[in-house]
């Protein structure tokens, strides 16, 4: 219950278009949704992140579609460009007072100049 | 501006030999993690502390310690390293209260055992 589940595992779009990365998860009380992007040797970063009371989010080319119904939630890279090319993780915390964040499995990203 | 700083970035050490990984942050957050991420896989949590109070995985093994001196510094001890704890080990940081916001990650530090 637990686990988050990240789909696909790599992903490679054409400069421009649409990358959309999807994830599930089980446990309701998890209350908080972060994106992370992490560069090959570094260490992940906040790309977006969206709580259960909001379907969606958006910040400049990002987006968190969230299905609280379907326990689902989803990033979308809109005019996706070479320097998004990533490894991109979602995560899900909570309840409040836990502090736990679990993380997807990651999905490869690439984007074709 | 740093926030979340992680020393040394490399890090090779011998089988079976001590190790000591150091983490320090400049936000003042409660909770402090760490995470052992191997390649091409998801981080995965060893334990955290909230302030002071310690909170180990169940599955991280025997091998692994921390210490938290401060509300600045959070350090990692590998007691006795095997090839299998090859990995990059992330530090983060949360401000924990009154409900869980972003987790501020180091550059890492990248650990080989040889």
Redesign the interface.
């Known amino acids: 219950q637990q686990q988050v589940k990240q789909s696909p595992q790599s992903l490679i779009v054409q400069k421009g278009g649409i990358s959309i990365i999807n994830c599930a998860y089980e446990n309701t009380a998890f209350?908080?949704f972060?994106w992370?992007q992490q560069f090959p040797?570094?260490?992940?970063?906040?790309l977006i992140?969206i709580r259960p009371d909001v379907s969606e989010k958006k910040e400049g080319r990002f987006t968190i579609s969230f299905n609280k119904s379907a326990k689902q939630f989803s990033l979308h890279i809109m005019d996706s460009q070479p320097g998004d090319s990533a490894t991109y993780?979602c995560a899900a915390?909570?309840p409040?007072g836990?502090?736990?964040?679990i993380?997807?499995?990651?999905t490869?990203l690439k984007v074709l100049a | 501006d740093a926030m979340v700083i992680q020393n040394p970035r490399y890090q090779v050490t011998q089988f079976g030999k001590p190790v000591t990984l150091s983490c320090s942050q400049t936000l003042n957050h409660n909770v402090m993690y760490w995470y052992q991420q191997k390649s091409s896989q998801a981080p995965k949590l060893l334990f955290h502390y909230y302030d002071k109070d310690f909170n180990n995985e169940a599955d991280t093994p025997d091998n692994f310690q921390s210490r938290r001196p401060n509300t600045s510094f959070c350090f990692l001890d590998i007691r006795s390293p095997g090839l299998g704890d090859a990995a990059m080990y992330l530090c983060a940081t949360s401000r924990g209260y009154p409900t869980n916001t972003e987790a501020f990650f180091g550059q890492g530090t990248r650990l080989t055992v040889v």
């Open positions: 209350d908080y972060p992370y040797g570094k260490g992940p970063a906040l992140a993780f915390s909570g409040s836990t502090y736990k964040y993380f997807g499995t990651g490869r």
